[in-house]
């Protein structure tokens, strides 16, 4: 209870302070749509010699003003842009002029890459004017489409729209134009239409980003800069019903020779329940053509969090990203318990993977008053292993992971001055007495008007009901909060953040959470330099202190001390350094695997650089590499990394990563067993001293044919090997202790030492043969092997890796794009 009104005391502190802020009103350009009432159609070509373009006014007066690389300078580069409307599509028209249109450059690239070495040309809608969400298209010099969904947390690159384009090269620049539907926008029925809008220019050459109504660097957020757009009116939300009806092959080879193969079908579907609201369906998905993840050798005491790769779980999920209560890689992942009951004297055999999602949907939206609605439901089969009975013979199928519903639900309601507040609330139903959660959380952000200074507040309850025993269930309950108040805008940054987990606080049922159970205190001070000075474009520079100790018992872990600088010359070079440092006795509690033993790590520093070359260059490189030390064990590591990237032609790029990791003397958990009793202080942990390694070769090869088709390449080898040296048991005051425990010969081989290698390979062509329609072929080669005796040599561990065991994985799919508007017209028209 008190913790509960120092809070609440806390929380309406921050309130009133924030509605104090002395602020001036944000005004920005107007800009006037017409509506095109003419009966000669637009054809999208570029050209923009339909006579409409001709009677709309020229706005060649629109300025656009630098972001990069001098933050206000109005562009050196003139550009016009003319918009007009009809019933059912935006269209937009710009001439971008440049005195030497033959050094345009125009790579080409897949769809919503915006790293290419090309111009772009883009515009924005805020269909609310709230300042908050918008949605971006955006065109390249070599006519490659690109559209963004843009939050408070950041750009979805993910969200993809039906909508055409072309670009045209002149002898004074290169000119776009532009068809956007209102099928592929949102915004409110009524008859006059208030939208924000803006334009983006860049011009790859001098790396200038510019933007007609400007985009201020030093200023937090970007949809709160755009201007005004009007004339918009008597346009209609249309009905928005898209099917992507698939049809699939899949074939694997394993090693053995043994190939099996399947048809798949689908359709994923898209229905606009309102104007603001759109269902987005998977019905039997096929996830067959996604990326290989990245897997790596794990020794430490907490999971590792894969990428997200499935379209469904990547595409329009902003409003359920809340502090990592949705992970969508729990939705179709093995629960680790197993439903059924059986004797563990009986023999097991047929142990299944992850259970198959059998269907999912989300329906999101938000409304023109800025409420946002998310609600997401997935439901995975149930998977099956059979356990034989020694004794007598006889088999039957167990239950593993039961049918199980997953469930998300958002509300966030837009405030004034970019602010919001939202709720969450996640379910995970098992059947079969499995174990159920649930997770309730809220998020509150205030910011002032000139939006500079942020309050921001969440805080979550955790219920876990474990497996049934008997009719009976065991209940865990949990909370966490975050409070933090910062400085968003300017040059001069600082804020601070006290955060707090329980340690019943469990959220990893459908969320991700490495480790509960703390209760940090943090701040940082920071200025970042906007202006060009000297040889810079920019320049930052931080530092920030944390001290951190366990919720229960309420005991100290770590602090540290930790500062950052980067710049950007002139040359668009970038460098940048770090360093940490923890100046007193750390105690993790977590590396014994044993609740209530923590293993003591002295004071230990670390820092590193890294450079960025000038990316405009057919040849250009990021690079990373730093150090790691504790000197009172001896325990150096070092780490490089570098990437190249080279680009042969317009149409084919080559990209290399390497990475190494170099760790000597370190001290970690090995095993422990139990020396007579149930009582924590007897049970014994083991400690490993030893060496490790870790190399990553990865390599990326792009050849485009030409924006809508290509080719993709992408092979990964990851090395990672533990050598170890000696064995300790862990004392009560958390250092190493002499023990017989385990053996090293003489060639520093031990039962426990890991030699881990895996190898993936990912080979993809898409075709895009009509508006939203693909044809896809992906081979994937996989291998994985893991010994217990280091091999050294690299070019060994590469022929171990190749002579494994390997699956192959082929399939071919074709998604056709349906649109009920553009049927209907077909129909009417006929």
């Not at 915006?114 to 805020?126: A, E, I, M, T």
């Not at 469904?312 to 179709?332: H, M, P, Q, V």
């Not at 092979?715 to 958390?734: I, P, Q, V, W």
């Amino acid at each position: 209870m008190v913790s509960r009104r120092i809070i609440s005391g806390v929380f309406l502190f921050f309130v009133f302070v924030s509605q104090g802020f002395s602020s001036e009103d944000f005004t920005g350009n107007s800009l006037t749509a017409n509506r095109f009432t003419s009966s000669e159609p637009i054809n999208i070509d570029g050209k923009l010699d339909e006579s409409v373009w001709q009677d709309v006014n020229e706005q060649n007066a629109m300025s656009f003003y630098q972001r990069t690389p001098v933050n206000g300078k109005q562009s050196d580069y003139k550009t016009s842009v003319k918009i007009i409307y009809d019933d059912f599509a935006i269209y937009v028209a710009a001439k971008l002029f440049d005195p030497n249109p033959s050094e345009i450059p125009v790579e080409v690239g897949e769809r919503d890459n915006r790293g290419l070495n090309s111009d772009y040309f883009g515009v924005f809608f805020d269909t609310y004017a709230k300042g908050q969400n918008a949605f971006g298209f955006q065109v390249t010099s070599a006519n490659v489409q690109a559209d963004v969904y843009y939050t408070q947390s950041g750009d979805d690159t993910n969200w993809d729209a039906v909508w055409t384009s072309e670009i045209v090269t002149t002898d004074d620049g290169w000119q776009v134009e532009m068809r956007i539907p209102y099928s592929a926008l949102r915004f409110p029925d009524t008859e006059i239409q208030n939208w924000n809008i803006n334009f983006m220019r860049r011009i790859r050459k001098t790396n200038e980003e510019s933007y007609w109504n400007f985009v201020d660097n030093s200023v937090s957020g970007f949809v709160n800069q755009f201007g005004e757009l009007k004339g918009l009116r008597d346009i209609k939300p249309p009905v928005r019903l898209q099917l992507y009806p698939f049809l699939g092959y899949v074939g694997v080879l394993e090693s053995n020779g043994t190939y099996t193969n399947q048809l798949s079908y689908g359709m994923d579907l898209k229905y606009g329940l309102s104007e603001s609201f759109t269902l987005d369906m998977s019905l039997i998905p096929d996830f067959s053509q996604v990326q290989s993840d990245n897997v790596v050798l794990n020794l430490s005491p907490f999971e590792v969090k894969y990428a997200e790769n499935r379209p469904f779980f990547t595409e329009g999920i902003e409003l359920f990203d809340k502090n990592g209560l949705f992970y969508s890689r729990r939705i179709g992942q093995a629960s680790g318990e197993i439903a059924g009951s059986y004797s563990e004297e009986d023999s097991i055999s047929n142990y299944p993977g992850d259970p198959a999602l059998i269907n999912s949907l989300k329906v999101s939206g938000r409304t023109k008053g800025g409420l946002g609605i998310g609600f997401l439901n997935a439901v995975t089969n149930k998977t099956e292993m059979t356990v034989t009975d020694l004794e007598t013979g006889e088999s039957k199928s167990v239950t593993v992971d039961p049918f199980t519903n997953f469930n998300v639900m958002v509300i966030d309601q837009n405030l004034k001055n970019n602010s919001n507040i939202s709720f969450i609330n996640t379910s995970v139903l098992r059947g079969e007495g499995g174990s159920d959660a649930n997770v309730t959380g809220t998020e509150l952000r205030l910011r002032d008007k000139s939006n500079r200074y942020e309050v921001y507040g969440f805080g979550a309850l955790s219920n876990v009901w474990g497996k049934s025993e008997n009719g009976e269930r065991d209940l865990s309950q949990g909370f966490a909060y975050r409070l933090s108040f910062n400085k968003i805008s300017g040059n001069w940054r600082y804020g601070a953040t006290r955060h707090v987990e329980s340690d019943d606080y469990d959220i990893n049922d459908l969320g991700f959470l490495s480790a509960p159970n703390d209760f940090n205190h943090s701040a940082f001070l920071g200025y970042e330099k906007f202006e060009n000075f000297g040889v810079f474009n920019r320049a930052e520079a931080y530092v920030s202190a944390s001290y951190n100790m366990l919720y229960d018992p309420r005991v100290f872990t770590r602090a540290s001390i930790n500062t950052s600088l980067w710049a950007q010359t002139k040359g668009f070079w970038s460098f940048g350094w770090n360093a940490s440092y923890r100046p007193v006795d750390e105690n993790d509690y977590f590396e014994p695997r044993v609740e209530g033993r923590y293993f003591n790590k002295p004071e230990n520093f670390n820092t590193g650089i890294n450079i960025s070359s000038d990316g405009r260059k057919r040849v250009s490189f990021w690079m990373n590499a730093g150090i790691w030390t504790l000197p009172e064990r001896n325990q150096f590591d070092n780490w490089f990394s570098i990437s190249p990237n080279f680009r042969v032609s317009n149409t084919f790029s080559l990209n290399y990563d390497f990475s190494i990791l170099k760790v000597r003397n370190e001290y970690g958990y090995v095993d422990q067993e139990e020396s007579g009793a149930d009582d924590i202080d007897e049970i014994d942990i083991y400690f490993g001293k030893r060496d490790r390694t870790e190399i990553t070769n990865t390599i990326f090869a792009r050849f485009t044919f030409s924006p809508k088709m290509f080719f993709t390449l992408r092979a990964r080898h990851y090395l990672s090997t533990a050598n170890y040296k000696d064995f300790y048991e862990l004392s009560e005051s958390g250092n190493m202790m002499e023990s017989d425990f385990g053996d090293v010969s003489d060639n520093e081989q031990s039962d426990y030492n890991v030699n881990f290698n895996s190898l993936n390979v990912d080979l993809v062509y898409s075709w895009q043969f009509a508006p939203g329609s693909f044809l896809t072929f992906s081979w994937k080669d996989s291998a994985i092997d893991r010994r217990d005796r280091v091999e050294k040599s690299y070019s060994r561990n590469l022929n171990d890796i190749m002579g494994s065991d390997h699956t192959n994985n082929f399939s071919v799919k074709i998604t056709y794009f349906l649109d009920y508007l553009a049927i209907k017209k077909m129909v009417n028209k006929s």
